[in-house]
């Protein structure tokens, strides 16, 4: 299931503060650039989907809906996207990857339109060329190269094997979970399935949809480790302290990028310059802490609903 979500400056920006959203400073250059953003809508009114647009000083690039940056994301993923449940019980898209969208799509003059799906569907949905970027965690991984380009690193990060308390004294080593009889989850058609095939050939490798999915497993039991994202499973490891971090994972690129539509390349070179920024000026800095503070409270990660309700 695919769901559209059309993000605007203040409502995305939930817990980060109004100096962090966006790529302006002042509410002078805020609302001159919704004004610009209006006549522009106004102006290509009937026009097909996927016209030019330029950014000062930059190339000129397409999107796949005009006057829009639109952009598939798994929530399921905290604190990179997740639902953050609001006082009166309402999900709203959450996490550093959401507010760094909202802040590419303020530096480039666009609307912000969210589409979630499943980690997969980020994959195709990028393949088809159905949306402009992917942002789900991604690293930029030469096997992907084929169906996306990618921006520059935004986030590192790094990779880490999760069991629960009991059993971390048995699983100490890749050697000790390279067995048959070691249950190993990852993420459908992530960077940690990658590497639990790498490390762990010989174990019983399962993949899941959803890093839930692998969080109930090993919650409940049925899996004995798993591959998960460090600082993902930092995130989860505060609301089960049952968790146990054995070990990091080695890899090559511990970092996150923005997957980019196949050929784009002055969106992915507008997108660089907004990354750019956000670094630069804090933003990026500030929209993790943020994250990770909100992804310790009351959260729901998957999809929703047909209704927007979480999914029972």
């Known amino acids: 299931m695919k769901r559209r979500l059309v993000a605007l400056g203040v409502t995305a920006c939930m817990a980060v503060s109004l100096a962090a959203c966006g790529g302006s400073s002042s509410s002078e250059t805020t609302a001159a650039a919704a004004a610009e953003t209006t006549a522009a809508a106004a102006d290509t009114a009937g026009e097909t989907a996927g016209e030019t647009a330029e950014t000062e000083g930059a190339a000129e690039f397409t999107t796949v809906n005009a006057g829009k940056l639109t952009v598939a994301t798994s929530p399921d993923f905290a604190p990179y996207e997740f639902y953050s449940i609001s006082a009166d019980g309402t999900p709203e898209l959450a996490g550093f990857d959401i507010w760094l969208a909202q802040y590419i799509a303020d530096d480039l003059g666009l609307e912000l339109e969210m589409v979630t799906v499943d980690f997969d569907g980020v994959l195709s949905e990028l393949q088809t060329k159905s949306v402009d970027l ?31 308390k009991g059993k971390e004294d048995l699983y100490k080593s890749f050697e000790d979970v390279n067995q048959p009889s070691v249950t190993v989850g990852a993420q459908t058609g992530s960077i940690q399935l990658d590497l639990a095939n790498k490390n762990t050939p010989d174990a019983d490798i399962i993949s899941l949809p959803k890093v ?5 497993e090993l919650l409940g039991n049925k899996m004995d480790v798993a591959f998960i994202e460090s600082d993902v499973a930092i995130s989860y490891q505060r609301n089960y302290p049952e968790l146990v971090i054995i070990m990091d994972v080695p890899y090559d690129t511990e970092g996150s990028a923005i997957g980019v539509s196949k050929g784009n390349d002055g969106l992915r070179a507008a997108v660089n310059g907004s990354i750019a920024k956000a670094l630069e000026d804090g933003s990026m800095e500030q929209f993790v802490a943020d994250a990770n503070e909100l992804a310790s409270g009351e959260k729901y990660e998957g999809l929703l609903d047909a209704n927007g309700a979480i999914q029972q």
């Not at 690193?153 to 999760?162: A, N, W």
């Not at 839930?212 to 109930?216: K, L, N, R």
């Open 134 to 164: 992917g942002m789900a965690g991604l690293s930029p991984d030469p096997k992907r190269e084929a169906i996306m380009d990618f921006t520059d690193i935004y986030y590192k990060g790094g990779q880490s094997l999760v069991t629960v």
């Open 212 to 216: 839930t999915d692998i969080i109930s």
